[in-house]
Each structure stands twice: as structure tokens, then as C-alpha cells.
């Protein structure tokens, strides 16, 4: 992993100087703004997508749909879909993946949809993430796609229909493979039926995410078969969706509460729901934390001490890899040992989140040594210094958490953060 030129007048991170007491109202999730916001395009009528999040990565999804002939109206708090027409605007298209996952890998089945020729990229290091097996996949279920290396650059040919069938799939490097295959599979001339054959594959809970807001569609998803997923081809039904609080991007400020010995509440924490990030509920408890429910949403307090009464952590983190960031931050404070394991896969994610984290940590003290899949930790004193990001929001998460409790962090580049929180840096720095 290159180390990143470190960016001018990086940012110092604020430090806790006692129990920090605060309500947060987060964003909407980035993970269910973008799948409605697909799905609102793929339906049969104009759908409405309420309390969207407005990030980058979901100003890229909607100006990737409306580049499709599917235009998004992103000038309010709800942002109204109308549905894909048949035809690329112009025959022609490019879409800007930024380095959002979920634009490189869940558009370009919708792009078979319609007539025209649609380019895809990114950012650079966008080029690296895997997306090869999605294009293999889609070849496979008839669609016509440019590539040099499985990678961006790609151009999909759209022919205004995709024939669709059978496909057997290595996802075991993003359960985004899956989800999108079965996210357009309803339009597909014979649906999709996706057959996983590989290791297994992680953050399954945001297939489970994709399965519902399908069937809350209409669409009929069997996922009886372990490690297969099959779409009914049919319509799509337009449906209003009210965006649930990006749960994952509660961490930061949940284990606020943890470093400093106080009680953060996040508002409207869902009592069921599909994201990952319900798992801080029961890691947080793990590690010292009391968490309860209240009237306005989920509230965590932290050890009497703060850090210094934090418990480690033995975790296999699989499903919820989103999460290791800062978990692993709180484990480098922790007092007993931590292992986290079962995210080699975060390796592919924004950067190779494992050697980042092994080596920021490390540079600031921690007690760090990173292995295949996973980080272990052990009690060590921290020091200040810089962190570097790699323009990762959840990097930058970590540092965050680190720098509320060690004097002196430096967080390079934290503007990365508005790739799911807009102003995270004044926002966070307010609740000081």
C-alpha cells in the first residue's frame, strides 16, 4: 500500500477533557438512498425517496440515473424519481463513479436496460475495486460491456433489454455482487437467479437490505437456498421510501460516549432493521458500554473511566466489516487485549482498510499487529501525531475516535467524511 502525500494543514481532531453528554440526529443511510433510488428508476411509475441522504455518493447515483434517462429532482430534503424512459439521452452517457461501490457495481445492470452507450469511471484509486465479476456476470446474462481488465474504465452497450437467466457468481470479495444482479433482475427478460460458489461472503446483511426493499416492491425474491437468490421477472412497483438514519455512521459518535465516559443518544435508531450498523448495539456492550433504548432513539453510556475503563474485543466482524474502523480505534484504547477477525475483505474496500488501520494506529503507539483477516491489539500508551486517511471516510472515523481521547491528533484530509456526512468536521466539533 502507497503511503498518500500527507494533505497541508491537517486537521486537529478535539480531545475530551470529561464525560461528553450529546443528542445527534444523523444523516439517512447512503446504503438504502442509493438502492431506492435504483429502484425508484427501474419502476413503474415516479417514486419519492424521503429524507434521501445528500452526500457525494448519492449526488453520483442520482446524476448517474439521470445520465440512464431517469431524472433525479435532488432539490429538497425528498427527492422525487421519475423512471427510466427506454433510451439513453443522446444514445450517449458517462457516469462518474467517484468511489462510490454502489454506482460502479449496481448501475451498469440498469444501463442494459436502456438503448444507448454508457462509459463508466472513477476516481483513481476507484480503477483498483473489484468489479470484474459483475461484468463477467452480466456478459452472462446477455448484456454487451467494453472492458480492458474487469475494471474502470467500461462501456455497457444497452440494447433496451437484458435477457437475463441463470448466473453463478464469486461474491465472496462484496455482497455488492449480489445485490446488483437481483436489483434489476425483476426486469430482466427471465429475472436473475444468482448462485454464489466461493468463500463466504461477507456483509450479508446488506443482501438482506436489497431482499426487502425489493419486496416491499412488489417483486417476488426466493432466497430459501443458502448461497442462491432468485428474481421473478415482473414490475417494479414505484413506492415512496423514508430513509432510515445511516446507522453505520453512528459509530464515531457512539464510541464518543464510550472515550469519554458520557451518554450519546442517536435520534430514530430503527427497532428492526436491515443495516450492519445495529451490530454497535451489542459490540459497544461487549466493550464496557452501557446501551438502552429511549423514547427518542438508542442512547450508549460509556465506562466511569472512558477509555481508560474500556474492555477489549474478540469479534469476527464478517458481516459487518463497515464497522472495523472504528471499533478498532476503541480497541486501541481498550485496557485488554482485542482480535478482530473475518475482514479480509475490507481490503478491497475505499483502501486497503486493514494495512491503513495497522499503520496509522501503529504510528500513534498503538500496539498493532495485522494479519490476513483481521487486526489484533493490546493495551499500549498513544501519543499525537498525524492520521492519515487515504481518502476514507471511515478512516477518518478512526481518527476521530482516537484523537477524542489522545491530545495532539492531526487528521489528514477529514473533508473525505462528506462522502456519507456532509460537514462532519463542524458537526463533530460542535458536541465539544
Not at 76 to 83: C, F, K, L, M, S
Not at 143 to 166: E, K, Q, R, W
Not at 232 to 261: C, K, Q, R, W
Request: aromatic letters at 4%; charged letters at 20%; a negative charge.
Amino acid at each position: 500500500m502507497t503511503t498518500p502525500a500527507t494533505h497541508a494543514d491537517p486537521w486537529p481532531a478535539p480531545t475530551t477533557t470529561g464525560p461528553l453528554d450529546a443528542t445527534v440526529t444523523l444523516p439517512g443511510s447512503k446504503s438504502l438512498t442509493n438502492r431506492a433510488l435504483l429502484l425508484a428508476a427501474l419502476a413503474d411509475g415516479p417514486s419519492v425517496v424521503r429524507r434521501a441522504l445528500r452526500s457525494r455518493d448519492t449526488l453520483l447515483m442520482a446524476q448517474a440515473l439521470t445520465a440512464l434517462g431517469a431524472p433525479v429532482d435532488t432539490s429538497g430534503e425528498d427527492w422525487t424519481v421519475t423512471p427510466l424512459d427506454g433510451s439513453v439521452p443522446g444514445d450517449r452517457a458517462s457516469v462518474d463513479c467517484g468511489l462510490a461501490g454502489t454506482v460502479m457495481r449496481f448501475v451498469p445492470p440498469a444501463a442494459g436496460l436502456v438503448r444507448g452507450e454508457v462509459a463508466f469511471d472513477g476516481d483513481e484509486h476507484m480503477r483498483k475495486r473489484p468489479v470484474g465479476e459483475i461484468l463477467a456476470a452480466l456478459r452472462g446474462l446477455g448484456m454487451a460491456i467494453d472492458d480492458s481488465d474487469g475494471a474502470l474504465p467500461f462501456t455497457v452497450h444497452g440494447t433496451g433489454s437484458v435477457p437475463g437467466g441463470t448466473v453463478v457468481i464469486d461474491a465472496s470479495a462484496s455482497s455488492q455482487f449480489v445485490s446488483a444482479l437481483l436489483l434489476a433482475g425483476a426486469r430482466f427478460d427471465a429475472g436473475v437467479d444468482v448462485r454464489h460458489d466461493g468463500q463466504p461472503i461477507p456483509s450479508l446483511p446488506h443482501i438482506e437490505m436489497t431482499i426487502a426493499m425489493l419486496r416491499d416492491r412488489g417483486v417476488a425474491v426466493d432466497d430459501g437456498d443458502a448461497d442462491r437468490w432468485a428474481v421473478a421477472p415482473g414490475p417494479i412497483a414505484a413506492h415512496d421510501e423514508a430513509i432510515e438514519p445511516d446507522l453505520s455512521n453512528a459509530a464515531p459518535f457512539l464510541a464518543l460516549a464510550a472515550v469519554s465516559g458520557g451518554t450519546v443518544v442517536v435520534r430514530d435508531w430503527p427497532t428492526a432493521t436491515t443495516q450492519a450498523g445495529d451490530a454497535l448495539r451489542d459490540l459497544l456492550a461487549r466493550m464496557g458500554c452501557t446501551v438502552s433504548r429511549v423514547p427518542e432513539g438508542l442512547q450508549v453510556s460509556g465506562p466511569a473511566d472512558g477509555w481508560r475503563g474500556l474492555q477489549g474485543l474478540e469479534a469476527d466482524l464478517h458481516d459487518v466489516g463497515e464497522l472495523a474502523p472504528a471499533i478498532a480505534a476503541l480497541c486501541a484504547l481498550a485496557q485488554t487485549p482485542s482480535q478482530l477477525t473475518g475482514i479480509a475483505h475490507i481490503r478491497g474496500h475505499e483502501t486497503d482498510r486493514l494495512a491503513a488501520l495497522a499503520r496509522e494506529l501503529g504510528a500513534l503507539g498503538a500496539d498493532v499487529d495485522e494479519h490476513p483477516d483481521g487486526l489484533s491489539l493490546r493495551p499500549a500508551r498513544l501519543s499525537g501525531g498525524v492520521f492519515r486517511t487515504y481518502a476514507d471516510h471511515r478512516m477518518a472515523h478512526a481518527g476521530v475516535i482516537v484523537g477524542a481521547a489522545v491530545p495532539g491528533v492531526l487528521v489528514e484530509n477529514v473533508a473525505t467524511t462528506s462522502k456519507t456526512f456532509p460537514d462532519f468536521a463542524g458537526f463533530w466539533s460542535g458536541l465539544f
